[in-house]
């Protein structure tokens, strides 16, 4: 099958509760968002032509948090200060898949599991095509490959931890399933369960709260567009073993 297992790791991280962030003050969420995982997958590797989707997350280390003072930037001019409150030295294991993006039928010759599967193994074992963030840009984290379920946890003797409702993440225009979603931009949430330190995710459209944001297009590609190549590089890549970076992309 094609699914991936990584690790995820930082100092610090901040997945933001999107009730806090209105008043300036940013707060993060005690667990990472399917969203922000997803971003970090992507980060690693992505292409128009997959959809991954985020199986579960296992918690490695204690759930503790620290609060920092921030200076955002003020537009009106002067200086501000605000208090953003942070996850301290955070470790996740993280398994995922990929499945064909049938949104985007214009992208149908590049659907190569073994060759993809093949290119997000090796991303993953060298940290990742782009930099990778735990939720915010200025929390920088680190991948690298693992066996999930290995190891031990701080939570493996936990039997269920239960958490309130969060956000789970946006389905785009491009990556919608549902009919009802299909030309929206929609946000999703859920209440997620910790099962000794891990956390299984629903499926996107398995999301029963949720809300359309605006009405969303559908961005095509194509090699006569002259805004994916991607075909041609990642066989290059595939078939040298080489890095996409090192070989022009």
Sequence with gaps: MNTV????????????????????????????????????????????????????????????TVRKGMRPIKYSGGND???????????????????????????EQDRNEKKHLAIAKRMIERGGRRDVFLGTRECQGY?????????????????????????HGITYADEAVLEDDKGFMTVRFFQPVMKKGVIEFPRPEECTIKRHIHKMGIKPFGKELSNFSGTEEDELVHLTGGDADELGE
């Design 143 to 167: 991948a690298e490959p693992c066996v999930f379920g290995e190891g031990e946890g701080y939570y493996d003797n936990v039997e269920e931890m239960p958490f309130s409702l969060m956000y």
């Design 81 to 107: 200060l605000a208090y953003y409150t942070y996850l301290e030295d955070v470790c996740y294991q993280v398994q995922a898949h990929f499945e064909w993006n049938m949104n985007r039928p214009e992208l």
């Design 5 to 64: 297992n990584f690790s995820l790791s930082g100092p610090f991280a901040l997945f933001s509760d999107v009730l806090t962030r209105a008043g300036g003050e940013k707060c993060t969420y005690m667990i990472p968002t399917y969203e922000a995982l997803k971003g970090a997958l992507h980060s690693i590797y992505s292409k128009p032509t997959l959809i991954w989707y985020i199986d579960k997350v296992r918690i490695m280390n204690q759930i503790q």
